[in-house]
């Protein structure tokens, strides 16, 4: 079967593809989208949408229908470093936004579908790719199979991979691997109910576990584990993920006691780090299919969405004329590049599980001032630059130390 050419063919219909889709076709274009999954569908995240995230999720209008929900705002990060340090602030706001959610991947990717549905992109569930269309030297369409094994072909002008870390669309254009660095930790988490908890990070050398509340009543808790002991911890992932949890969030551990696990206790030593080249003749990658690096800082939700919007304004209304789109490319990865390269490093400095003396000094410097606290919080959600952080008085204060 082979139907109407679209102007651009979105794979993936969660927190990256979503937004693609519904930022194009708001944009004028034509839009299908072809998702793996059937909604509402769960999958592996750590949920955390930092203040950016949530001004986008606000400037595209669907910040309402998050709040909707029964998802838990939160406005305060109390973070344990060692066995004496606790930091308590919350980021400085971006665009406004100060609060943060974390809402349940089956909750929140309906609502960024429905909002690409909405804005005139046609949704197809249950859609699994399995070939590219090329024309000349471009990519010019795809082939995808649905549940009663037929093969359909459609075409289009762009083709956006979205569909994860192991992404289809990036393995079929033989997109560059530009940056790759060896898995450093691997996690385990579950949800309890009738856990207590606010936005809550626990950080001592070789081990970090990180509590979220979200949506149901649930709070999640996260283990993490260095790369090197994934073998070792999954024969025993249970007692091994309490363990974790009592040595290094002791709090969190007592508070457990009374409460309820609610789910299963799942896991990934998966996590990979690399950016690929983003962006090809006819075709182009966003989310984890462009760039995945440790769950660690849960930037993943965020950055899906920061990639979506520098995506469409690079396209504009460049996408009917072959020279300018091309341009538009080539100027999204640029730009991908320049904007990620930080954040990537820097969170794989906080999955190398150490706390260096140097980090020590930092926290001590910075414990008795809230405003630097909060400016701390506010680059790790990226609502600053870290050379707002570290200006002339706090690198004098550090050099005394």
């Given at each position: ?25 708001r944009a004028g274009y034509s839009v299908l989208i072809l998702e793996k999954a059937r909604f509402p569908r769960d999958i592996m995240s750590s949920h955390y949408i930092h203040q950016p995230g949530v001004a986008l999720l606000d400037r595209w ?124 930790t691997c996690t385990y988490y579950s949800y309890w109910e009738g856990l207590p908890a606010e936005f809550e990070l626990y950080d001592k050398p070789n081990r970090w576990v990180g509590v979220i509340p979200t949506n149901g009543g649930r709070t ?182």
């Open positions: 079967m082979e139907h109407r050419v679209f102007d651009v063919i979105v794979v993936g219909a969660r927190c990256a593809g979503a937004p693609t889709a519904m930022l194009l076709a209008g669907l910040l309402d229908k998050l709040r909707a929900t029964d998802v838990q705002p939160l406005d305060r990060v109390i973070y344990h470093v060692g066995d004496d340090i606790r930091l308590e602030g919350c980021s400085l706001p971006a665009d406004g936004h100060r609060t943060a959610y974390a809402p349940r991947r089956f909750v929140l990717d309906p609502i960024l579908a429905e909002g690409a549905v909405d804005a005139g992109a046609e949704l197809r569930e249950g859609c699994q790719v399995t070939d590219l269309i090329f024309e000349d030297d471009r990519v010019a369409g795809v082939k995808y199979r649905v549940s009663d094994g037929s093969e359909i072909t459609e075409r289009a002008r762009l083709v956006v991979g979205a569909d994860g870390m192991r992404s289809v669309v990036a393995r079929l254009v033989d997109a560059k691997t530009l940056v790759e660095d060896a898995p450093l999640l808790v996260m283990a993490y584990f260095p790369q090197s002991e994934f073998n070792e911890v999954r024969r025993a992932a249970g007692p091994a993920f309490v363990e974790n949890v009592r040595t290094t969030a002791p709090e969190v551990y007592e508070r457990m006691a009374g409460a309820e696990q609610a789910e299963r206790l799942y896991g990934t030593g998966e996590q990979l780090n690399f950016l690929r080249q983003p962006s090809g003749p006819g075709w182009a990658l966003v989310g984890d299919a462009a760039h995945h690096k440790d769950s660690i800082a849960a930037r993943g939700i965020m950055d899906a969405f920061i990639q979506a919007q520098l995506l469409a304004n690079r396209i504009g209304d460049d996408l009917h004329d072959e020279a300018r789109l091309r341009k538009a490319l080539r100027r999204y990865a640029r730009n991908f590049d320049s904007q990620f390269m930080d954040f990537y490093r820097s969170t794989l400095t906080v999955a190398e599980l150490r706390v260096p003396e140097s980090k020590l000094d930092l926290f001590r410097a910075i414990a008795d001032d809230q405003d630097r606290i909060d400016r701390y919080f506010a680059t790790l959600s990226g609502a600053i630059d870290v050379g707002d952080f570290y200006n002339a008085d706090l690198l004098a204060r550090l050099a005394r130390t």
